[in-house]
Nanobody
């Protein structure tokens, strides 16, 4: 079983930055990729970014140029650097780990408000 724990969420003003972390642990043979999604109240969970173990990344158009995903293979940890945050970025942010079965974390709240 794979455990996935996100951290780094919080309250930030518009235009500010946050860095989310997500660590995977447990029975991991190999991580194929890790990624981030978010879900705002009353909305579906949307894809934000993903990165393979080899470092190949992809982004949703809504965050391209503002968010950067990175991975530390030695720590089984993925990061999401979020810059120029907007109120519409407010959501619960979820991390996924593909081994290749997909495991999810419990989420971390990000609130962008003045």
């Amino acid at each position: 079983q794979v455990q996935v724990v996100e951290s780094g969420g919080g309250l930030v003003q518009p235009g500010g930055s946050l860095r989310l972390s997500c660590a995977a642990s447990g029975r991991i043979l190999s991580i194929y990729s890790m990624g981030w999604y978010r879900q705002a109240p009353g909305k579906q969970r949307d894809f934000l970014a993903a990165i393979t173990r080899g470092g190949r990344s992809s982004y949703a158009d809504s965050v391209k140029g503002r968010f950067t995903i990175s991975i530390d293979n030695a720590k089984n940890t993925v990061y999401l650097q979020m810059n120029s945050l907007k109120p519409e970025d407010t959501a619960v942010y979820y991390c996924n780990v593909d081994t290749p079965l997909r495991s999810w974390g419990q989420g971390t709240q990000v609130t962008v408000s003045s």
